[in-house]
């Protein structure tokens, strides 16, 4: 594995995680996203992060500046990626958005350079030939709360190098990830083959008015002994994500069509957006799932 310099594309609610995540285990990281504004932003979440680090990693003030100063930021593609060995795409979850930057990322990328996408439901060869270099193209996902749930799923397409997709694996494990091989395309990889199903059926149930989301979070949890329900996952996840989800098959879906419909008229338009925002299904921070009393009426 050779990778020194690494270039996360999008700082978004996991882009900005691998990001940080990855300057913490010593990789030279370039964030990018498309203007000052929002990587300003980014700047801003990467003080929240730190807290998370100490409070849930135990990392040392050390560890953090070396951390800070292992990140640098750019608003022009070409200049983010000019000296890099490995990009990690992390753009909306939008087939026409990672299209347009897959066109711009070819043009502007070393010969050197490997691609990596961090797509939920997706897949690698849908975007292989648009990256002029598909044997370097491979998908390389990760959940969200990285710092502690700590796992990369690397999955590549038929065309994918052996040895690229050996170097992933190496290279999840060197920024403290349990590395997951997918050795087959499949939509949704591993764990979002399993979670979309289980969050789709909660949504379901919320939609046709069967039940309200906290009763349906509680059905889980009393039921499975799980520390969160359906809609508390979500909110982590981000609303956003579900919807982009939902509407990727709202149009042969009716199902998905109707949740996209009420994501965006009740969460998207008035900026409910889950963790990332303070309010979702639960209100942030200390969501109603937490308390001791959630599970007792």
Not at 114 to 130: G, K, M, R, W, Y
């Amino acid at each position: 594995m050779n990778f020194k310099n690494v270039t996360v594309a999008g700082s978004g609610v996991l882009g900005y995680q691998i990001a940080f995540q990855t300057a913490f285990h010593g990789f030279k990281v370039s964030v990018y996203d498309i203007n000052d504004e929002v990587l300003a932003k980014a700047k801003a979440k990467f003080f929240e992060l730190s807290e998370c680090y100490k409070r849930d990693i135990s990392a040392t003030q050390e560890q953090l500046d070396n951390t800070f100063n292992n990140l640098s930021y750019y608003s022009n593609l070409a200049e983010a990626v000019q000296d890099a060995d490995l990009v990690i795409e992390a753009v909306p979850e939008d087939v026409a958005i990672k299209t347009e930057f897959y066109k711009q990322l070819s043009q502007f990328s070393p010969a050197k350079t490997v691609f990596a996408t961090n797509t939920s439901t997706l897949l690698p060869s849908q975007f292989s030939d648009l990256t002029g270099r598909p044997e370097k193209f491979l998908a390389l996902h990760f959940a969200n709360l990285i710092w502690v749930n700590n796992m990369a799923e690397i999955m590549g397409h038929d065309t994918t190098d052996k040895q690229v997709f050996e170097d992933l694996v190496q290279f999840a494990k060197a920024i403290g990830m349990v590395a997951l091989p997918v050795y087959k395309e499949q939509p949704g990889l591993i764990l979002n083959s399993m979670l979309v199903p289980y969050c789709v059926s909660a949504l379901e149930l919320w939609i046709n008015e069967v039940s309200d989301p906290h009763t349906i979070d509680k059905t889980w949890m009393k039921s499975f002994g799980s520390p969160k329900g359906p809609f508390a996952i979500l909110d982590i996840i981000g609303i956003t994500t579900a919807y982009n989800i939902a509407k990727l098959h709202a149009d042969v879906n009716p199902i998905m069509a109707r949740i996209k419909e009420r994501l965006e008229n009740e969460f998207i338009n008035q900026n409910k957006l889950g963790l990332p925002t303070g309010q979702g299904f639960y209100s942030y921070p200390n969501p109603a799932y937490e308390s001791a009393t959630f599970l007792k009426g």
